[in-house]
Every structure is written in C-alpha cells, then in structure tokens.
T-cell receptor, first 114, second 112 residues
Framework: DAGVIQSPRHEVTEMGQEVTLRCKPI?????LFWYRQTMMRGLELLIY????????DSGMPEDRFSAKMPNASFSTLKIQPSEPRDSAVYFC????????????FGPGTRLTVL | GNSVTQMEGPVTLSEEAFLTINCTYT??????LFWYVQYPGEGLQLLLK?????DKGSNKGFEATYRKETTSFHLEKGSVQVSDSAVYFC???????????FGTGTRLQVFP
C-alpha cells in the first residue's frame, strides 16, 4: 500500500519566490495534518483538515502561509513570498478521524530558502 | 489541556545496553498514548501505542506501559542496537480533537 506521498522531496528557492508543497494522503483517511520541523522549534503543527475542511489553522505562522485541500486525495501548502526563516522540513500526515488515531507521516519536503 | 513531557537528550549508549526514555503526561480522561520514532532523513512513524490504562504496547523489542498512577508511559528496550539510533517522540491526543500533542523528542545514539 502506498503511504503518504509528498512532493517535492527537496526544494531550493530564493527569498521572495512562491513555494508550493504537495501531499497525497493515504486513501480512506479523512484527516490531514501539515507540520514543520526545525532544530530550533522542533515539530510544529501548522494546520489540519477533516473531510477536506480546515479545522484548526492556529499554527500557521503568518499570512504568507496558506493551505488548501480541494479533494480527499490532495492538499497543498503554499508560502508566498518565502523567506529564509521558512527553511525547514515540512511533513504531511494523515489519519482516520474521530478518535485521534495513529497518524501516518510522509517522508517530508526539505525546503531551503536562500 | 492535555500535555506531555519527555526527557531531554541526547541519550548515548553502547550496543546491547538497556534503554529507558521517560515520558509523563497530563490528560483529561484516559486517552491513547503513543511512541513515534524518526530515523535520519525520514518522517515520524508509529513505534507503539497503548489505548487504555495498564496496557503495554510493544514493537521491535521496545515496550511501554500505560501507568495511570504515575501518569507515565516510559519507553524501554532491553538491548539496543546501532540501528535504533533515532529520535523518539512521546505523544497523546489533544482533548476532544484529532490533533496529537508531541513531546520535544529524545535523540538516541547507539555506538558499537
């Protein structure tokens, strides 16, 4: 079975550019989570969706960040404009909702903003 | 709200040594408790979980017992291997939501 799929795996961009990260959750899972991981701040939850609807975006750092889930099999996290402090590994995870069940993480996207 | 505290790392051990990584929690009710592991360059993956008090979760030689008396869920392994070198996260659900609250992670380094 395919796990959570993220693309790209690595992204290097220049400050001010738009960055779009993509995620395909496990089929049948109806909760999706976006996390950011850095050495300084550890693992942070940015936003999560349930049945394609954003439920909690309190972790989104600022208006430069936005996330969408147009259907059950696809989500994007967009940063516009990007800044060097956005450099991090971004993880997508999915789970069956309703019971805070096990979350399954993707391999992550390592973003470097120069 | 629910919260979790785990011991600071790094933990450095020789191969075949005994491992304990401490985790304590504060929670409303008795939620499931989780240990996740993150190997270098990878995402987090579930290592084990326990769904109710006194349950013992186990996987790959690791064990953790859900102890409500001490509000703890310590991770143990009797004989670690170099391949166990990773970061370990304790976690529990946020009250009444689908979110998981993760500890800060404990880095384990095992040397031959």
């Amino acid at each position: 079975d395919a796990g959570v799929i993220q693309s790209p795996r690595h992204e290097v961009t220049e400050m001010g550019q738009e960055v779009t990260l993509r995620c395909k959750p496990i089929s049948g899972h109806n909760s999706l989570f976006w996390y950011r991981q850095t050495m300084m701040r550890g693992l942070e939850l940015l936003i999560y969706f349930n049945n394609n609807v954003p439920i909690d975006d309190s972790g989104m750092p600022e208006d430069r960040f936005s996330a969408k889930m147009p259907n059950a099999s696809f989500s994007t996290l967009k940063i516009q404009p990007s800044e060097p402090r956005d450099s991090a590994v971004y993880f997508c995870a999915s789970s069956l909702s309703g019971s805070a069940d096990t979350q399954y993480f993707g391999p992550g996207t390592r973003l470097t903003v120069l | 709200g629910n919260s979790v505290t785990q011991m600071e790392g790094p933990v450095t051990l020789s191969e075949e040594a005994f491992l304990t990584i401490n985790c304590t929690y504060t929670a409303t009710g008795y939620p499931s408790l989780f240990w996740y592991v993150q190997y270098p360059g990878e995402g987090l993956q579930l290592l084990l979980k326990a769904t109710k008090a006194d349950d013992k979760g186990s996987n790959k030689g690791f064990e953790a017992t859900y102890r409500k008396e001490t509000t703890s869920f310590h991770l143990e392994k009797g004989s670690v291997q170099v391949s166990d070198s990773a970061v370990y996260f304790c976690a529990l659900p946020s009250y009444n939501t689908d979110k998981l609250i993760f500890g800060t992670g404990t880095r384990l380094q095992v040397f031959p």
